[in-house]
């Protein structure tokens, strides 16, 4: 196991930001419109849609560019199975954050690639979006590419918050195991520690600020959380190759954990969405990042 917590310390950072074409899987992706929501007007790299209780939210690319995930991040499906999808160069993906507005207030689901090559400030800037008018910062998980978007460096090269007016929600299994158990985490303590006066964490089933519910999704990290919205979920890491795992859910990726729990977690959930007719937002899913 420390091995395999080592391989994910060392993951390069090219397949953060690997390149993609355009295919079919993007296309069925964008089709929120057949999800009964109403999409609104776009800038580069968002998309922004309206939830069944007025709220909107955003999809916001923080990865440059096109991205695919290759076929070895997917070692627990076949040859034949993968080479059904007629995807050699890679399934396509994405580095993704959402932002809400709910009742006059911002809430962002994730903070993305920070420093890593993030174009969260940037896509912010453009939706004309100061990051002190967000007031809540709820994370999926906590590895790299979802909150290294919190902090950035002053004059004088000091972490500082990104989002100072921000109350941060964690769950208490994810931070718990982070700051206790999972070794190279020294990006997680310091940038735990650096909002350690607004963060709050919360247990699966809390009912949170604007009437988001945390949904346990564990599996890909031990406390990783999907959270609900009206008719929104949004699922987080649960897929990192939408085009294989929507139709097998039993594959993993080799980012996951604990894969026997990753993998219940991905087909009760997509039950679920299937059956409750939710609009899935995912943090890997292709652009533009919505999927039924």
Aim: glycine share 8%; hydrophobic share 40%; with cysteine.
């Amino acid at each position: 196991m420390n091995k395999f917590f080592a391989f994910l310390g060392t993951i390069s950072l090219s397949m953060l930001v690997a390149a993609c074409s355009d295919t079919k899987t993007a296309k069925e992706t964008a089709s929120a419109e057949t999800a009964g929501v109403e999409t609104a007007a776009q800038v580069e790299g968002t998309k922004t849609i309206t939830l069944s209780n007025g709220a909107s939210v955003t999809w916001i690319q923080d990865n440059m560019g096109n991205k695919l995930n290759p076929r070895s991040l997917f070692s627990d499906a076949s040859d034949s199975l993968y080479n059904s999808l007629n995807m050699p160069d890679g399934i396509p993906a994405s580095v993704s954050t959402f932002l809400v507005k709910v009742d006059g207030k911002y809430i962002l689901f994730d903070a993305g690639l920070g420093a890593f090559g993030g174009q969260l400030m940037s896509r912010l800037a453009a939706l004309g979006v100061n990051p002190d008018s967000i007031g809540l910062v709820y994370l999926t998980h906590f590895h790299v590419d979802h909150i290294s978007g919190l902090v950035a460096k002053d004059d004088a090269g000091n972490d500082t918050k990104v989002f100072k007016n921000a109350a941060v929600y964690a769950g208490k299994v994810e931070y718990d195991a982070w700051m206790n158990d999972i070794p190279k985490n020294d990006l997680q303590k310091n940038i735990m520690a650096l909002y350690k006066d607004s963060l709050h964490l919360f247990a699966f089933g809390d009912s949170l600020p604007h009437g988001v519910l945390a949904i346990d999704a564990v599996g890909h990290t031990p406390g990783h959380t999907a959270f609900q919205l009206a008719n929104l979920i949004i699922v987080g890491d649960l897929m990192h190759g939408y085009a294989l795992q929507k139709d097998h859910p039993e594959v993993n990726s080799n980012y996951d954990m604990d894969k026997p729990k990753s993998a219940e977690s991905r087909k009760r959930i997509m039950q679920y969405a299937r059956d409750s007719k939710l609009l899935m937002a995912g943090m890997h899913l292709p652009p533009p990042g919505f999927a039924e």
